[in-house]
């Protein structure tokens, strides 16, 4: 014996070629998608966003304090946040690949349903009356789904 041996590995220096991973290659086009979005319009969204938060809060606590209190339950703005993201979504969504998609389909629905019931939590109305409505856009949302191709 020599000394070598007949059975080579690799070193560190010459590594084997490694077989490319799918889930890697989609992992970085999400990013680059998400990092190519938000330097559109990513920091422009946020910032007048919690501007705009900020102002009806205070418009809202500011009423509150001076006994002009016009909603009841101005905590529930905060369900409008979500629900504007979910808009937000589907907009970008549509955008990206110029149709209506499922995705964006879904995303819209969930807007609409937080915002319906944001409404009825700000105002103070009864979900008696209007629960069925919520059934009905749940159902139209499925059809809507259902119907729109991927």
Known sequence: MNGQNSNPTPTPSNPPPASPDWREQRRAEHMARHEARWQRHGSRRSGWLWGALLVLLGVALLFENLGLAFLTNWWALFILIPAFWAYVGAWDIYRENSRLTRRAAGS??????????????????????????????????????GLVPE
């Not at 919520?134 to 789904?145: E, P």
């Open 108 to 145: 819209l629905t969930t807007g609409i349903l937080l915002t319906m019931l944001a409404l009825i939590f700000l105002f103070n109305l009864t979900a008696g009356p209007y629960w069925p409505v919520l059934l009905i856009l749940g159902g139209l949302a499925l059809l809507a789904t």
